[in-house]
């Protein structure tokens, strides 16, 4: 309250309307710091808004959340005071004149400002979320397909490893000379038409 108390005993004018001057005062301080407040989460916000399409946006999400979290208490802050200062602006209290109305509908001005910046502010960062989380999820999507795909790469000499695993007497090719030789080139055609398969469907 020093710089206002200030400002007001530099302007002896201003100072001689009496106790609503110093409501003009002070109403004009913290509106000013609301509006430097939203200034910095604009910037916020722009961060916010360009990692929602890096590589890594899933770190982010907690970021965006806390950042509206902060938009939405500072709205709570704002929103509630543009009633009061529309009746000083508009003289529905006693003990404003035409001068200091002038001056609180410019404080009122500024207000609906920083309300209306923190509005845009608050759908940048919700849209920013919503793509962060969409990104998240296709993330998510494509790497399950990546551990399905080198699942089923496995399995294939498993399944095939263990059904000439299980020392049957009679089985097909069990005591030909060339069993293991084709069962060995079986596997690893098997496998790379798998893998070209995933390939081409652009799961690996």
Same mark, same amino acid.
């Given at each position: 309250?020093?710089?206002?108390?200030?400002?007001?005993? +530099?302007?002896?004018?201003?100072?001689?309307?009496?106790?609503? !001057? #110093?409501?003009?005062?002070?109403?004009?301080s913290v509106v000013d710091r609301y509006l430097d407040v939203v200034t910095a989460l604009e910037a916020d +916000?722009?961060?916010?808004?360009?990692?929602a399409f890096s590589? !890594? #946006?899933?770190?982010?999400v907690g970021r965006m959340y806390q950042l509206k979290r902060e938009l939405?208490?500072?709205r709570r802050t704002v929103v509630p005071l543009a009633a009061p200062l529309r009746d000083l602006a508009e003289r529905r209290v006693p003990g404003v004149d035409k001068e200091l109305a002038a001056y609180f509908r410019d404080v009122a001005d500024h207000l609906a400002q920083a309300a209306e910046r923190v509005t845009v502010l608050t759908e940048l960062v919700d849209n920013a979320l919503t793509m962060a989380l969409a990104q998240t999820s296709i993330q998510q999507n494509h790497d399950m397909r990546r551990i399905s795909a080198a699942a089923a790469l496995i399995a294939v000499p498993v399944a095939i490893a263990g059904v000439?695993?299980?020392?049957?007497?009679?089985m097909p090719e069990l005591?030909?000379?060339?069993?293991?030789?084709?069962m060995l080139v079986s596997t690893a055609t098997?496998?790379?038409?798998?893998?070209?398969?995933?390939?081409?469907?652009k799961w690996l």
């Amino acid at each position: 309250m020093g710089p206002v108390r200030s400002r007001l005993e +530099a302007d002896p004018e201003r100072l001689a309307h009496g106790p609503v !001057a #110093v409501l003009h005062a002070i109403a004009d301080s913290v509106v000013d710091r609301y509006l430097d407040v939203v200034t910095a989460l604009e910037a916020d +916000a722009e961060d916010v808004e360009n990692d929602a399409f890096s590589p !890594a #946006v899933g770190q982010e999400v907690g970021r965006m959340y806390q950042l509206k979290r902060e938009l939405v208490e500072l709205r709570r802050t704002v929103v509630p005071l543009a009633a009061p200062l529309r009746d000083l602006a508009e003289r529905r209290v006693p003990g404003v004149d035409k001068e200091l109305a002038a001056y609180f509908r410019d404080v009122a001005d500024h207000l609906a400002q920083a309300a209306e910046r923190v509005t845009v502010l608050t759908e940048l960062v919700d849209n920013a979320l919503t793509m962060a989380l969409a990104q998240t999820s296709i993330q998510q999507n494509h790497d399950m397909r990546r551990i399905s795909a080198a699942a089923a790469l496995i399995a294939v000499p498993v399944a095939i490893a263990g059904v000439y695993g299980m020392n049957f007497d009679h089985m097909p090719e069990l005591r030909w000379v060339f069993g293991y030789p084709l069962m060995l080139v079986s596997t690893a055609t098997l496998v790379t038409v798998v893998y070209l398969v995933f390939r081409r469907k652009k799961w690996l």
